[in-house]
């Protein structure tokens, strides 16, 4: 009987294994495929762009431009939806004088291509690129959040002129794996890791880290473990009491430690 029970266990603990080494990807990304044909609400101009990248990508993003733009932010978004809903996120970015760059991740929207780690990561630096033919260096504004902040900080290592923006960030997408799936060994199924904890320490950009005591998605402390590896010779982190995973730009602090950190020289 005890065998019995021992093979079933296993069987069960396997499948679950095997579920999660198949299905990683649905677990991680959760983006929607429609590609806003009717445009985007935005009160804004606003151009699309498309961008060839490498591993056959084909990445889309919305350049939002405002009159006298003081330069311009990256925005790298979460995990779910796509620009229909990140566009009015990006959008009021531009309130801080800046032109906003918002891009969708592939299988978001109407980005296109085979998910990779490496590929993702060279897609952003594809997009950085494609804002250096436009504004000098030293006027782009990284700005990851959530998930986002996994490919914000390994391009700002790559570009330490820019200044770096991390909203609700994780120490490591292999970490929050890990803590929500215990008992399955993550570290030899997950192929997407996003190590941010392994590079955060090389980071010579000016850094702002925000993050929300009530986060339930991303855990403050996991932020405030990243923010606490950092190296950045001009960093800061800013702790919103109560804030949640989705409502700190709601808060006066952060709106005032943007504006602050955006308008400063370094």
């Known amino acids: ?26 677990f991680i990304f959760i983006p929607v495929h429609s590609a806003n044909q009717g445009g985007y609400k935005l009160a804004l101009d606003y151009e699309e ?19 006298d733009s003081k330069g311009v932010i990256l925005y790298l978004h979460g995990n779910t939806g796509n620009l229909g809903r990140w566009a009015v996120s990006a959008g009021e970015l531009t309130s801080y004088g800046f032109d906003v760059l918002a891009i969708d991740y592939r299988g978001y929207g109407k980005s296109k291509g085979r ?3 490496k590929a993702m990561h060279l897609d952003v630096e594809e997009a950085y690129q494609y804002l250096l033919k436009q504004y000098p260096e030293e006027d782009i504004v990284i700005y990851g959040r959530s998930l986002g902040s996994g490919f914000a900080v390994r391009l700002a290592a790559r570009h330490p002129q ?23 060994p993550i570290g030899f199924l997950l192929r997407f890791t996003l190590r941010s904890d392994e590079i955060i320490h090389k980071l010579k950009n000016p850094l702002i880290v925000f993050h929300g005591t009530r986060d339930r998605v991303v855990p403050y402390k996991s932020g405030l473990k990243l923010y606490e590896k950092a190296t950045s010779p001009n960093k800061l982190m800013v702790t ?25 020289k370094f």
């Open 1 to 26: 009987m005890f065998w019995e029970i021992l093979w079933v266990v296993l069987v069960l603990y396997g499948l679950v294994i095997t579920v999660y080494f198949l299905f990683q990807e649905q």
């Open 49 to 67: 762009i498309n961008l060839e990248t490498p591993n056959n990508g084909s990445i889309h993003g919305l350049h939002i431009k405002i009159p």
């Open 115 to 117: 998910r990779s780690e």
């Open 162 to 184: 820019s200044k770096l923006v991390l909203e609700t960030p994780f120490f490591s997408l292999l970490e929050v794996a890990e803590q929500q799936a215990p008992y399955i």
């Open 240 to 264: 919103i009491p109560r804030g949640r995973h989705n409502d700190l730009g709601k808060y006066a602090l952060f709106r005032e430690k943007m504006r602050e950190f955006l308008e400063a």
